[in-house]
């Protein structure tokens, strides 16, 4: 059975940091691009960042310089790191495991930027 636990999450202020973290069981982690995505109050869940299973990285425009994602193979691990943190950062953020086909989903965790 595949899972995807999402953790890290929770209320900042403005300008602070927090680090997300995507424990993966029940897959060949290394072998699947993993990705972060997030969804807002009342929008469409949107793309965060993504990391191939050879380490290339994509991420949201407008997110580029502030978020970073990286994995840990060995601990079956992916991380998001968000810095300067603003209020419009407030959402669900989702893992995501993808290797064609359809791909794995976590549950979420929340985080709140708010001061």
């Known amino acids: 059975q595949v899972q995807l636990v999402e953790s890290g999450g929770g209320l900042v202020q403005p300008g602070e940091s927090l680090r997300l973290s995507c424990a993966a069981s029940g897959i060949i982690f290394n072998i699947y691009a993993m990705g972060w995505y997030r969804q807002a109050p009342g929008k469409q869940r949107e793309l965060v960042a993504s990391?191939?299973?050879?380490?290339?990285?994509n991420y949201a425009s407008s997110l580029k310089g502030r978020f970073t994602i990286s994995r840990d193979n060995a601990k079956k691990t992916v991380y998001l790191q968000m810095n300067s943190l603003k209020p419009e950062d407030t959402a669900v953020y989702y893992c995501?495991?993808?290797?064609?086909?359809?791909?794995?989903w976590g549950k979420g965790t929340l985080v709140i930027v708010s001061s």
């Open positions: 995501n495991a993808a290797r064609g086909g359809t791909p794995y």
């Open positions: 990391m191939s299973s050879g380490g290339s990285t």
